[in-house]
């Protein structure tokens, strides 16, 4: 009975130990957190109005005086009025803030954690050092780029293509040379990705690198060129198109289409039959850029390729070039024994003005001409293929009443009971009496026992 009461006493104890433990723990955490706060409330009341001041040149921005310490809050909360003041500042009163940021430590506070941080606060100090646009960081953020830690790494080359220093493109390309293989250390496309943010410089540090022998560095370096539209590069790009590696020949179509190159046309042309899949896809999309009349056949024959991407890009392609493409589709949609590609070409069409614009063009249209228009001819194929939408919401709404004659007239043949219930509601309503009397008959010419809605 003794021992019993030993126990339960013994437990007791212990639980309310903890339990006080457990209060205090929370108690200290709460209190610091208060200090903490109130300690940087107190820094941004102080150093406010000096931040402002050197932002509009009214205080020097060289000779801070800043009575901080060396790691209390004092210096996150200045660190982020500064880095606020920056982005929101002019170019004049940025540079003057900039100043600041060197002489008062700040910088040099961030370069310091860069070299010798935790993982955490070394990638949080290369993206500041970018804010405070520090050109001496160049050799850090350099080293930083072979951090063992992969978001330190993507963080000094973010930070590299931010701060717009012209000594950073070389840097940057640099960088991108040493990627090797599979075993890369740093993402290919966040490094090409900043270097093209620096414009038609950074495509003459890369166009050596199309020659590189890791493949991954060869596509990069055409996105590069095709981001900061290097038109003076073409040659190089086209001779990318013949690479032994799928990628590098799609990076190569994609980036001539970006630069619309009138040259890459026939190379382009010669893609088409790429044993890749991607390449086609590419391909057909930057034949669509060049808007070319003599890509158009081509593009048709895509339209009934293999894989799905490839005949959406063309399908788009051609929608995009507008009249010039409008015989290929029909001929597509109206006689293709390829069930997927009159598909293909209806869902596009309904993505794109082609449709809107054909309908606009049966203006100029003379009745008698309706049954051997291709306009009419195409709109016939595409209502055939499910799509009527558009070519109702026209009858019922067009603002001309020639156009929703013709219309009349294109439908009306058609076994839809939406087109039933249009025509009806044309033949009520329509407040032009001839649209209202074509309508009438041509749901006398149908069925006798259509219902109309």
Same mark, same amino acid.
């Given at each position: 009975?003794?021992?019993?009461?030993?126990?339960?006493?013994?437990?007791?104890?212990?639980?309310? =130990?903890?339990?006080?433990?457990?209060?205090?723990?929370?108690?200290?955490?709460?209190?610091?957190?208060?200090?903490?706060?109130?300690?940087?409330?107190?820094?941004?009341?102080?150093?406010?109005?000096?931040?402002?001041?050197?932002?509009?040149?009214?205080?020097?921005?060289?000779?801070?005086?800043?009575?901080?310490?060396?790691?209390?809050? !004092?210096?996150?909360?200045?660190?982020?009025?500064?880095?606020?003041?920056?982005?929101?500042?002019?170019?004049?009163?940025?540079?003057?803030?900039?100043?600041?940021?060197?002489?008062?430590?700040?910088?040099?506070?961030?370069?310091?954690?860069?070299?010798?941080?935790? !993982?955490?606060?070394?990638?949080?100090?290369?993206?500041?050092?970018?804010?405070?646009?520090? %050109?001496?960081?160049? &050799?850090?953020?350099?080293?930083?780029?072979?951090?063992?830690?992969?978001?330190?790494?993507? +963080?000094?080359?973010?930070?590299?293509?931010?701060?717009?220093? &012209?000594?950073?493109?070389?840097?940057?390309?640099?960088?991108?040379?040493?990627?090797?293989?599979?075993?890369?250390?740093?993402?290919?496309?966040?490094?090409?990705?900043?270097?093209?943010?620096?414009?038609?410089?950074?495509?003459?540090?890369?166009?050596?690198?199309?020659?590189?022998?890791?493949?991954? =560095?060869?596509?990069?370096?055409?996105?590069? *060129?095709?981001?900061?539209?290097?038109?003076?590069?073409?040659?190089?790009?086209?001779?990318?198109?013949?690479?032994?590696?799928?990628?590098?020949?799609?990076? %190569?179509?994609?980036? *001539? !289409?970006?630069?619309?190159?009138?040259?890459?046309?026939?190379?382009?042309?010669?893609?088409?039959?790429?044993?890749?899949?991607?390449?086609?896809?590419?391909?057909?999309?930057?034949?669509?850029?060049?808007?070319?009349?003599?890509?158009?056949? +081509?593009?048709?024959?895509?339209? /009934?390729?293999?894989?799905?991407?490839?005949?959406?890009? @063309?399908?788009? $392609?051609? +929608?995009?070039?507008?009249?010039?493409?409008?015989?290929?589709?029909?001929?597509?949609?109206?006689?293709?024994?390829?069930?997927?590609?009159?598909?293909?070409? =209806?869902?596009?069409?309904?993505?794109?003005?082609?449709?809107?614009? /054909?309908?606009?063009?049966?203006?100029?249209?003379?009745?008698?001409?309706?049954?051997?228009?291709?306009?009419? +001819?195409?709109?016939? %194929?595409?209502?055939?293929?499910? @799509?009527? $939408?558009?070519?109702?919401?026209?009858?019922? !709404?067009?603002?001309?009443?020639?156009?929703?004659?013709?219309?009349?007239?294109?439908?009306?043949?058609?076994?839809?009971?939406?087109?039933?219930?249009?025509?009806?509601?044309?033949?009520?309503?329509?407040?032009?009496?001839?649209?209202?009397?074509?309508?009438?008959?041509?749901?006398?010419?149908?069925?006798?026992?259509?219902?109309?809605?």
């Amino acid at each position: 009975m003794y021992n019993a009461y030993l126990i339960v006493t013994w437990a007791i104890g212990t639980l309310a =130990v903890a339990l006080v433990l457990f209060v205090a723990t929370l108690t200290g955490r709460r209190l610091a957190g208060d200090f903490r706060r109130r300690a940087r409330r107190r820094v941004e009341r102080v150093y406010r109005g000096l931040v402002a001041h050197v932002a509009a040149g009214t205080a020097r921005p060289e000779r801070p005086d800043l009575k901080l310490r060396t790691d209390g809050v !004092g210096w996150e909360a200045l660190d982020e009025l500064v880095r606020a003041a920056i982005q929101a500042a002019e170019p004049d009163a940025a540079a003057r803030l900039t100043r600041f940021a060197a002489a008062s430590g700040l910088a040099e506070r961030c370069r310091h954690q860069l070299r010798h941080g935790g !993982g955490w606060e070394r990638a949080r100090a290369a993206a500041r050092l970018a804010d405070y646009r520090c %050109a001496e960081a160049l &050799d850090d953020l350099l080293h930083a780029t072979e951090d063992p830690d992969p978001a330190v790494r993507t +963080a000094a080359v973010r930070a590299l293509g931010r701060l717009g220093d &012209d000594a950073a493109i070389q840097v940057l390309a640099d960088v991108l040379a040493r990627v090797h293989g599979g075993a890369d250390r740093l993402s290919v496309r966040v490094i090409s990705g900043n270097l093209a943010r620096f414009g038609p410089e950074a495509g003459e540090r890369v166009v050596p690198l199309l020659s590189h022998p890791v493949w991954r =560095v060869r596509g990069a370096a055409l996105f590069v *060129l095709g981001e900061v539209v290097a038109a003076h590069h073409t040659g190089a790009m086209i001779a990318c198109l013949a690479d032994a590696e799928p990628d590098v020949r799609a990076k %190569a179509a994609q980036a *001539l !289409g970006k630069l619309a190159a009138r040259g890459a046309l026939f190379p382009l042309l010669g893609r088409l039959e790429d044993p890749s899949w991607l390449v086609r896809m590419h391909t057909a999309r930057a034949l669509g850029r060049l808007a070319d009349p003599a890509a158009i056949a +081509a593009l048709a024959r895509c339209l /009934t390729d293999g894989h799905w991407r490839v005949r959406q890009e @063309a399908a788009h $392609s051609l +929608a995009a070039s507008g009249g010039a493409a409008l015989a290929a589709l029909t001929e597509t949609v109206l006689a293709s024994p390829d069930r997927f590609a009159r598909e293909q070409v =209806v869902e596009e069409l309904q993505r794109t003005p082609l449709l809107r614009d /054909t309908i606009d063009r049966l203006q100029r249209l003379a009745l008698e001409d309706v049954p051997t228009a291709p306009e009419a +001819a195409l709109l016939t %194929a595409v209502a055939k293929g499910g @799509a009527v $939408s558009v070519m109702l919401a026209a009858l019922a !709404g067009h603002g001309s009443a020639h156009v929703r004659r013709v219309l009349v007239r294109v439908v009306a043949p058609l076994p839809n009971p939406r087109i039933d219930a249009a025509l009806a509601r044309a033949a009520a309503n329509d407040p032009d009496m001839l649209v209202r009397h074509d309508a009438a008959h041509a749901l006398k010419e149908r069925a006798p026992d259509t219902e109309v809605a």
